[in-house]
């Protein structure tokens, strides 16, 4: 893209940490630390600011906040790292988009509420977070 005149000012990644399918089994750790390093290595490369577009984790798993803490503390001391989307962060309960229906998948659940509603316990990480 560069070598063609492309242009660009930041960079948009995904991070799903507890997705242990998606990974080839790793850890939640190992995907915080793998994330943080990828960060860097791009800030460094590419010479522009990274941003998480979209970030999830599972809505009622209690271990949820301590992955959430632990990656936000990793991006909060990169100056270059402009901060976390947090993926849907409104869906509970099931909630499906309507494009879903004829794919045959199932409801979203790594929202930031749980499944009766009530907000997850990463919210508060996300409204106290720098980033």
């Known amino acids: 893209m560069k070598q063609y005149g492309g242009k ?3 960079i948009g990644l995904s991070h799903s940490p507890m997705m242990s399918a ?3 089994g790793k850890s939640w750790e190992e995907m915080n630390e793998l994330a943080e390093e990828n960060i860097r290595r791009l800030i460094t490369d590419w010479k522009c600011p990274v941003m998480i577009a979209e970030m999830g984790t599972f809505n009622d798993d209690p271990l949820s906040a301590t992955v959430m803490d ?3 503390r990793r991006v909060e001391k990169m100056d270059s ?3 976390i989307f947090y993926w849907e962060p409104e869906v509970y309960g099931g909630w499906c ?3 879903y229906i004829p794919l045959g998948w199932g409801s979203y659940d790594m929202g930031a509420f749980t499944r009766d509603g009530k907000p997850s316990n990463v919210l ?3 409204l106290n ?3």
């Open 22 to 24: 998606w990974n080839g």
């Open 124 to 126: 508060p990480i996300l």
């Open 8 to 10: 660009w000012d930041m």
């Open 129 to 131: 977070s720098g980033k």
């Open 70 to 72: 632990d990656f936000v």
């Open 81 to 83: 790292c402009a901060g």
């Open 97 to 99: 988009p309507q494009e």
